[in-house]
């Protein structure tokens, strides 16, 4: 059935062809009602109703896209994929994120909890200080010998420096160093606990926090080299290969040389602990003049029981 056209569809043209046959069938009408008009057999009614359009061309209305609409529906869905896939990758990073954060919270808690109810004795710190033990001026005859940097200090550590108070002696046990022998250099000494200018009076001195002998760790020895014994004054002599013994009340460990350099008095990076047996010999240098620290390392290579 063809659509009938309604008269805001129709053109000027129509209308006033569609208003004459109007004018025309009521003129007609009243024509044939007064009986002036007689129909004639044969002859067509006069149009009374309105004429329709032919229907709309659909093939026009449905027609395919483009070459160049198809390639921007293309990139259009492409970046909303992307977007799509950018926001899961985020969601799926933060849940990630999230999960290790509470493993290692969750971690640190029992950790906590362990060490609460089974307290476990730790070590003392052992880079706590800003300079380098045996510092002291050059001796001068006539004059006792002084405490105190020769070189230059940075003005930022002195107040650390004259704040420093030594940390309390440890008390004795069989396995603390008590001797050192260097055959090389001709030293044989007494090893005392802490590396103060008191202790360092009485011989070779062992940095408190710094490992016992023969432990998998760096055992920190220092002695001076123009005063009180002179015990370090040849330090510079040992060569690579050279053998330290130092003993305990029951063990003898020997360490052999494999390293020496000057250093500055603040190079504290020597006192750190390591994972390996270590001695780590400190005397001031230069003879007489100390301004600087030489230091000696010696790896542990083995261990004898004492009789």
Known sequence: MAHQ????????????QLLRRKKQAQRLARLRAEGRVVDVAGRPAPITHVPTAPPPDESATHRPPTRRRRIANFLLL???VTAVLG??????SLWQTNRALNVELAQAQRAQSQSVALPTPTAAPVIDVVVLPGGHQPPVNGRAPQPGEAGEIPAHLLPAINAYAPPPIPTPGPEQARRIQIPAINVDHPIVQGDSWEQLKKG???????A?????SNLVLSAHNDIYGEIFRDLDKLRPGDEIVVST??????????DAQIVAPTDVWVLAPTDYGRVTLISCYPYRINTKRIVVFADLVSETRSY
């Open 78 to 80: 492409l970046v909303e």
């Open 204 to 210: 070779v001195g062992q940095f408190i926090g710094s």
């Open 212 to 216: 016992p002998p023969g432990a998998s």
């Open 87 to 92: 926001l899961v990758l985020v969601l799926f």
């Open 249 to 258: 009340a029951r063990r003898s460990y020997t360490y052999v040389v494999n």
């Open 5 to 16: 056209r309604t008269p805001e569809e129709l053109s000027v043209t129509e209308l006033e």
